[in-house]
Nanobody, 125 residues
Framework: QVQLVESGGGLVQAGGSLRLSCAAS????????VGWFRRAAGKEREFVAH????????TYADSMKGRFTISRDSAKNTVYLQMNGLKSEDTAIYYC??????????????????WGQGTQVTVSS
């Protein structure tokens, strides 16, 4: 099993940046597919980005392309989400998740077995 802890959320003005961290313990994070999801108040959980385990392949939701970057530091057993050009609509709780190969699209929460507790991101306009 792997345990995930997110950090780095906070309050930022529109146009600003934040870097979220997802620190893993218990297992090596590079052996997992890792995804970031978010849930805004009153909305469904939404895919943000993912990074594959073995080759580091990444995908993003269309609305995050060019603004968000997912990356991995294997030495620190941590996955990051760099968020630039933040907008008020990016306000949400952000979760990282890890899972093994399942054949399920990494854009689906069903592809992930382990979840962190979430970190709040609030963007003021």
């Amino acid at each position: 099993q792997v345990q995930l802890v997110e950090s780095g959320g906070g309050l930022v003005q529109a146009g600003g940046s934040l870097r979220l961290s997802c620190a893993a313990s218990g297992r090596t994070i590079s052996t997992y597919i890792v995804g970031w999801f978010r849930r805004a108040a009153g909305k469904e959980r939404e895919f943000v980005a993912h990074i594959s385990g073995h080759n580091g392949y990444t995908t993003y939701a269309d609305s995050m392309k060019g603004r968000f970057t997912i990356s991995r530091d294997s030495a620190k057993n941590t996955v990051y989400l760099q968020m630039n050009g933040l907008k008020s609509e990016d306000t949400a709780i952000y979760y990282c998740a890890a899972g093994g190969p399942s054949g399920i699209s990494p854009r689906s929460p069903a592809a992930f077995d382990y979840w962190g507790q979430g970190t709040q991101v609030t963007v003021s306009s």
